[in-house]
């Protein structure tokens, strides 16, 4: 019986995807485990490590996607994946070290997701980051909590964990997979009556991150627009605007 399901979406990260599944596959040795790596749409030499290092561990499982589907899509088909008692996720540039991933696992006893979170007390990020990543983040988790009531300090930290039962439960639910997909999780998990946990983490900030707040700005705000009408009456206009072509539509990279 596998104990532990840990799942890295992988895009064009040939320079940092060997210390990370490295890292993670020495650290938790002593747990019956399994590393699922999901490159998608790379067009570097990521998925040639990912097969030279599924020939040296046996624990690690990978499915490569041709397209560049975005994070949340590699996440999801890690969830279909996965057979641990305890399924999460991580990010490829290590930002959040074995042992911090290692805290969600001590603690998320009786409940059924745990989330790291750089912005509650006792946590610490580094280096410190730049004031307008700053200012970006605390908006976009302003706008969560005002259009979606979601009372969570850090929806995005790129590591959570889940008890099986729970994200395998809400896995076919899933339809947003870019930008909001954290928070499509998250509303899934609370509307279905599970029980969330944050909690205070270490995270390195990598450089080399594929993230622009300038150009994430105006998606962002899209995502959580057409996930707040997904959850309400008028989810119609959503499955209108998808019907449209893509050559009329105002923006398009929201899923």
Same mark, same amino acid.
């Given at each position: 019986?596998?104990?532990?399901?840990?799942?890295?979406?992988?895009y064009?990260?040939?320079?940092?995807?060997?210390?990370?599944?490295?890292?993670? %596959?020495?650290?938790?040795?002593?747990?019956?485990?399994?590393?699922?790596?999901?490159?998608?749409?790379?067009?570097?030499?990521?998925?040639?490590?990912?097969?030279?290092? *599924?020939?040296?561990?046996?624990?690690?499982?990978?499915?490569? +996607? !041709?397209e560049?589907?975005?994070?949340?899509?590699?996440?999801?088909?890690? @969830?279909?994946?996965?057979?641990?008692?305890?399924?999460?996720?991580?990010?490829?540039?290590?930002?959040?070290?074995?042992?911090? @991933?290692?805290?969600? %696992?001590?603690?998320?006893?009786?409940?059924?997701?745990?989330?790291?979170?750089?912005?509650?007390?006792?946590?610490?990020?580094?280096?410190?980051?730049?004031?307008?990543?700053? %200012?970006?983040?605390?908006?976009?988790?302003?706008?969560?909590?005002?259009?979606?009531?979601?009372e969570?300090?850090?929806?995005?930290?790129?590591? !959570?964990? @889940? !008890?099986?039962?729970?994200?395998?439960?809400?896995?076919?639910?899933?339809?947003?997979?870019r930008?909001?997909?954290d928070?499509?999780?998250?509303?899934?998990?609370?509307?279905?009556?599970?029980?969330?946990?944050?909690?205070?983490?270490?995270?390195?900030?990598?450089?080399?991150?594929?993230?622009?707040?300038?150009?994430?700005?105006?998606?962002?705000?899209?995502?959580?627009?057409?996930?707040?009408?997904?959850?309400?009456? @008028?989810?119609?206009?959503?499955?209108?605007?998808? *019907?449209?072509?893509?050559?009329? !539509? +105002?923006?398009?990279? %929201?899923?």
């Amino acid at each position: 019986m596998v104990e532990l399901s840990i799942i890295i979406p992988a895009y064009n990260e040939e320079n940092r995807i060997r210390e990370t599944v490295e890292s993670y %596959i020495n650290y938790f040795k002593n747990y019956s485990h399994e590393l699922i790596i999901i490159p998608n749409g790379c067009k570097d030499k990521t998925e040639d490590i990912v097969k030279e290092l *599924s020939k040296k561990y046996l624990s690690i499982k990978y499915k490569t +996607i !041709k397209e560049a589907v975005g994070k949340g899509k590699a996440i999801k088909e890690g @969830f279909n994946i996965a057979q641990g008692s305890l399924i999460g996720f991580v990010d490829a540039d290590n930002s959040t070290k074995p042992k911090d @991933f290692e805290d969600l %696992i001590k603690n998320i006893k009786g409940y059924d997701c745990i989330i790291a979170s750089r912005y509650m007390k006792g946590s610490i990020v580094k280096p410190k980051q730049k004031i307008m990543r700053i %200012i970006g983040s605390r908006a976009f988790n302003f706008l969560v909590r005002i259009m979606l009531n979601l009372e969570i300090c850090d929806t995005q930290c790129g590591a !959570k964990l @889940f !008890k099986k039962n729970a994200i395998k439960n809400i896995t076919p639910k899933l339809d947003v997979t870019r930008w909001a997909f954290d928070v499509d999780l998250l509303l899934k998990l609370k509307n279905q009556g599970y029980n969330i946990k944050e909690f205070p983490t270490t995270w390195e900030d990598k450089a080399g991150s594929k993230f622009s707040l300038n150009k994430a700005i105006l998606e962002m705000f899209l995502a959580l627009t057409r996930l707040r009408l997904i959850n309400s009456k @008028f989810k119609f206009i959503v499955s209108i605007y998808d *019907s449209l072509p893509e050559s009329i !539509k +105002i923006y398009h990279k %929201i899923r």
